[in-house]
Structures are given as structure tokens and as C-alpha cells.
């Protein structure tokens, strides 16, 4: 197996897990920095109130992306299946 290969599957890889975090991160971070906003305006400091809503959007974001993201890992996990035979026979 070739250094590019071995490279070209990592950096898919990587791609494919920046692709799958995003929608719940950036879920995290959009009610985080709402609660934050709240607490800051109210002046309540309380870490539940923003534990709570978060693990909640994170959980709902999870269930409406979900099946996109079975989707692509199924999809990322066939491709890989496909390019064994050329991996073996020294192709990239």
C-alpha cells in the first residue's frame, strides 16, 4: 500500500468526522451561547442551566440528523470496501 493512499484515507477520515460532529457542535455551541446570554442578563450563574438545555438540542439534533449520518458512515465504509482490491494490488 502506497504512503498516498494511507494519506488519502486519513484525510477522508477526518473529513467525515468534522462532517458527522458539526451538526451537534454547532447545536452546542448556538444554545450554549444563548444560555450564556441569559445568564448574563439575568445574572443567574447556575451550570445545570446550561447543562440542561444543551444535552436536550444536542439529543433532538441528534434524532433529526441521525439518518443522514448513518447514512454517510455507511457510505464512507463502502467505499473503503471497494477500494481494497486496488489498495492490495499496490494502486491508489
Known amino acids: 500500500m ?18 458527522l460532529s458539526a451538526p451537534l457542535l ?19 450563574q447556575e451550570m445545570t442551566m446550561s447543562f440542561v438545555p444543551k444535552l436536550i438540542a444536542v439529543g433532538i439534533a441528534l434524532l433529526v440528523c441521525g439518518n443522514w449520518m448513518i447514512a454517510e458512515s455507511i457510505a464512507f465504509t463502502n467505499e473503503l470496501f471497494a477500494r481494497i482490491p486496488s489498495l492490495l494490488n499496490g494502486g491508489g
Open 2 to 19: 502506497k504512503p498516498e493512499a494511507v494519506m488519502d484515507i486519513g484525510l477522508s477520515a477526518l473529513m467525515l468526522a468534522a462532517k
Open 26 to 44: 454547532i447545536t452546542a455551541l448556538v444554545v450554549g451561547f444563548a444560555i450564556s446570554l441569559l445568564q448574563s442578563i439575568t445574572q443567574v
